[in-house]
T-cell receptor, first 113, second 114 residues
């Protein structure tokens, strides 16, 4: 089955700088890749996703890039703000028909003033 | 008005005891999911359901049962709780169609098994 790896467990940036979080996946047939954000002590909520028919998607300060050849996708956050500090989880949807989401282990992003 | 709610929010149980975690959703989603979150592991799927009466095993089902008596409710049952089941548990609902699979998460239940 699908495996998703999130290679950075922590990432620190200065306020106003950009942050990039990288993920890799194993199943070439995967077609849907969402990102979720978890603020301290809270639940997860959806932030952005990308489908395999495009290689880039932008929503305000968030951009997701998808490289299907390398089986890699990344979340780019520009002009970071303190409220961007959170754990970010990448995920990939199983292609087997169950439509499960397979999550990465999470990246703790800290935006320092 | 939260669409996915969980109860209890915190639970302390004893080893060998029975624990039931409850989840309710008002999204009218067919699919519901139970995950546990542990540092270094992210979210791991325990059980999921396609609708009332259906339960399916996820990636780590051992030691857990699930029950989906209605569209709105999905329970996770630990018949004989063990300290290794100490974790934060999240319930989610979703309606994956085509290429869309967003899930909506509840607030989580922190379970400690002593």
């Amino acid at each position: 089955g699908e495996k998703v790896e999130q290679h950075q467990s922590t990432l620190s940036v200065r306020e106003g700088d950009s942050a990039v979080i990288n993920c890799t996946y194993t199943d070439t047939a995967s077609s849907y890749f969402p990102w979720y954000k978890q603020e301290a002590g809270k639940s997860l909520h959806f932030v952005i996703d990308i489908r395999s028919n495009v290689d880039r998607k932008q929503s305000q300060r968030l951009t997701v890039l998808l490289d299907k050849k390398a089986k890699r996708f990344s979340l780019h956050i520009t002009a970071t703000q303190p409220e961007d500090s959170a754990i970010y989880f990448c995920a990939a949807r199983e292609s087997s028909g169950s439509w499960q989401l397979i999550f990465g282990s999470g990246t703790q992003l800290t935006v320092m003033p | 008005e939260a669409a996915v709610t969980q109860s209890p929010r915190n639970k302390v149980a004893v080893t060998g005891g029975k624990v039931t975690l409850s989840c309710n959703q008002t999204n009218n989603h067919n699919n519901m999911y139970w995950y546990r979150q542990d540092t270094g592991h992210g979210l791991r799927l325990i059980h999921y359901s396609y609708g009332a009466g259906s339960t399916e095993k996820g990636d780590i089902p051992d030691g857990y049962k699930a029950s989906r008596p209605s569209q709105e409710n999905f329970s996770l049952i630990l018949e004989l709780a063990t300290p290794s089941q100490t974790s934060v548990y999240f319930c989610a609902s979703g309606d994956p169609t085509g290429n869309y699979a967003e899930q909506f998460f509840g607030p989580g239940t922190r379970l400690t098994v002593l």
